[in-house]
């Protein structure tokens, strides 16, 4: 599989709406507006699903208890192509504690490369890495395996404190680095795997 064409090349910038109707400006790589932090973006499929509720809280959850997500400051932005009003509801229902974006024109998910979902009806669940100096180091493409995207930012962050230069890397469903990624068809998988059978059914009908 090749490569992310973003891995080791800078973040690119996008201004999209917040939950809140605000424009938001990602700018992880332009001068003195640069966040200098590690970022976690993380695109998913659609709000208020099972698979994309439970990945949103599981971000929000490490946010809050998991040590090497405060250490590192690391800032959480999520994206997906819902509307303000869903995504607004979306994080109040959730209590949410990071900026949730609504890409309806599917600006970042273009400017990310990011592929397409399950029976091609969606953006893929993708997460990517980037360092605090706005350099994109890790890519993970896993749209069923909702629970793999925190463990792998874990990892994530956990190389970039590391000793010497952070490295690249990029995994894919299906090859999540490992047994600890890699998530049996347990019903909440096929929850939302029927659930996206169901709107293929419906859009094919």
Known sequence: MA?????DKPAPSFSIPDANGETYKFLPEEGGKRVEKPVALFFYPESGTYGCTREACQFRDALAEKEIFKRS???VVGVSPDAVSK??????KNNLSYPVLSDTDHVASKAYSVG?????LTDARTTFVIDK???VRGVLSATMNFNAHVKFVVKQLEKLQGPGSAPQQQQSEGAA???ENQTPVDPAVAAERNELGRVAGAVSA
């Open 177 to 179: 680095g490992g047994s």
């Open 73 to 75: 400051d690391v800032l």
């Open 116 to 120: 397409r979902g399950l029976f091609g």
């Open 3 to 7: 490569p992310h064409p973003l891995i």
């Open 87 to 92: 995504q607004k509801a979306f994080v109040e």
């Open 133 to 135: 100096d706005g350099v």
